[in-house]
């Protein structure tokens, strides 16, 4: 049974740090690329950031570039989102993914930890 999940959310002011962790079991880890997503109250879930199996590619919507960074331990079946300078605007709900051998595709998803920026 393949289960992600994430820890790390909280609630925090503006200007903040947090990091995300996305444990994954179940499956063989390093077949898998990895994604974050966000859903805020009443939008769609939209796009965080995504990293490719190895590592070696790292993917991010533009609202969120060089504030936050993906990263994954393979050897710990775990991915990151280190997120800094946060905003009101990163409040949402944030879920990992696993595609297999994918960046745009995901099979499986986690139930999601809660961001909450304070201004």
């Known amino acids: 049974q393949v289960q992600l999940v994430e820890s790390g959310g909280g609630l925090v002011q503006t200007g903040d740090s947090l990091s995300l962790s996305c444990a994954a079991s179940?499956?063989?880890?390093?077949?898998?690329?990895m994604g974050w997503f966000r859903q805020a109250p009443g939008k769609e879930r939209a796009f965080v950031a995504a990293?490719?199996?190895?590592?070696?590619?790292?993917y991010y919507t533009d609202s969120v570039k060089g504030r936050f960074t993906i990263s994954r331990d393979n050897a710990k079946n775990t991915v990151y989102l280190q997120m800094n300078s946060l905003k009101p605007e990163d409040t949402a709900v944030y879920y990992c993914?696993?595609?297999?051998?994918?960046?745009?595709?995901?099979?499986?998803w986690g139930q999601g930890t809660q961001v909450t920026v304070s201004s």
């Open positions: 179940g499956l063989p880890f390093s077949s898998y690329g």
């Open positions: 993914a696993a595609g297999h051998y994918s960046v745009q595709e995901y099979n499986f």
């Open positions: 990293i490719n199996w190895n590592g070696g590619n790292t």
